[in-house]
C-alpha cells in the first residue's frame, strides 16, 4: 500500500553554527511527530547530484510519514505553530525553506533501511499528459534498479506546500531510491545500464527538467 508523506527541504542562515541548526531540527521533528497525522520521520543530508531545479540548492532534508489526509495534518501543523506548541527560533525566517507533499504511487517507505537514498524530481514535457508520464516513470524507474548500487525505489505525485521565492518549482513527480555506494559509482552504474540497453529514453526524454541530489541520513528514522 502506497502512503503519502512530506519533503521539507532547507537551507540554514549564513553565519548559522551548523550544529546549532542541527540540534534545533532534531527537536523540531519531535515537535511535529506530536502532531496528529504525522507518523515517522528520517533526516537527510543533502547534496547537489545532477542539474540546477529544485532541491538541489538545500543542504538538509526532512522526511516525513504522513497518515491519512495530508491537507488535515498540514492544517493541524499550523494551528501547532500559531498556538506555540512548535515554537520556532527567533532566527527561523531567514530559514531558506521548500515543502512538498508527496502522494504515494509506490510504497510504502522505509525509513528505517533508508540510509541513502538518491532523491530526483521532475517535470515532464509541456505536450505529455501527466498521467502518461507517471506511467513511463514506473517503467523507468524499474530499469534504472537494475543499476548496480540501486536496491530499490518509491515514486510520489507531488504538490508544493511551502514555495521558496528565490527557486520555485514545477516538478510534479519524485522518485526516491534506496542505494549504497559512493555517488560517482551510481552514476557511472546509471550509464552503463543505459549503455547496455537496460534502460530506454522516449524522444522527449531530454525535455525533462530533472533536480537530483544524493542524500545521507544524519539522524535515526523516528516514529511516534
Known amino acids: 500500500m502506497a502512503d503519502n508523506i512530506q519533503l521539507v527541504f532547507s537551507r ?4 548559522l553554527d551548523p550544529g546549532e541548526y ?10 511535529i511527530l506530536a502532531v496528529e497525522g504525522y507518523e515517522a520521520v528520517r533526516r537527510f543530508a543533502l547534496h547537489a547530484a545532477n542539474g540546477e531545479a529544485v532541491p538541489t540548492m538545500y543542504s538538509h532534508l526532512a522526511l516525513y510519514v ?5 491537507a488535515d495534518t498540514l492544517a493541524r501543523l499550523q494551528r501547532a505553530v500559531r498556538d506555540g506548541t512548535v515554537a520556532l527560533p527567533d532566527w527561523f525566517d531567514d530559514v531558506r525553506f521548500a515543502s512538498f507533499v508527496g502522494h504515494g504511487l509506490e ?7 533508508l540510509d541513502h537514498t538518491y532523491v530526483v ?17 514506473a517503467t523507468h524507474m524499474r530499469e534504472n534498479l537494475t543499476a548496480d548500487g540501486f536496491e530499490v525505489a518509491w515514486r510520489y505525485r507531488l504538490e508544493p506546500e511551502a514555495v521558496d521565492p528565490l527557486a520555485p518549482s514545477d516538478a ?3 522518485a526516491l531510491y534506496q542505494v549504497h555506494g559512493e555517488l560517482p559509482q551510481l552514476r557511472a552504474a546509471l550509464k552503463e545500464a543505459a549503455d547496455a540497453g537496460r534502460v530506454g529514453f522516449p524522444d522527449w526524454f531530454w525535455e525533462i527538467t530533472f533536480g537530483s541530489v544524493d542524500a545521507l541520513a544524519c539522524s535515526p528514522a523516528r516514529t511516534t
Open 172 to 174: 510534479i513527480h519524485a
Open 107 to 113: 510504497g510504502p517507505i522505509d525509513l528505517e533501511s
Open 22 to 31: 542541527d540540534r534545533w531540527y532534531e527537536g523540531h521533528v519531535g515537535d
Open 66 to 70: 504522513i497518515g491519512g489526509e495530508p
Open 121 to 137: 524530481f521532475s517535470t515532464p514535457p509541456a505536450r505529455i499528459p501527466h498521467p502518461d508520464y507517471f506511467e513511463w516513470y
Open 12 to 15: 540554514p542562515p549564513e553565519g
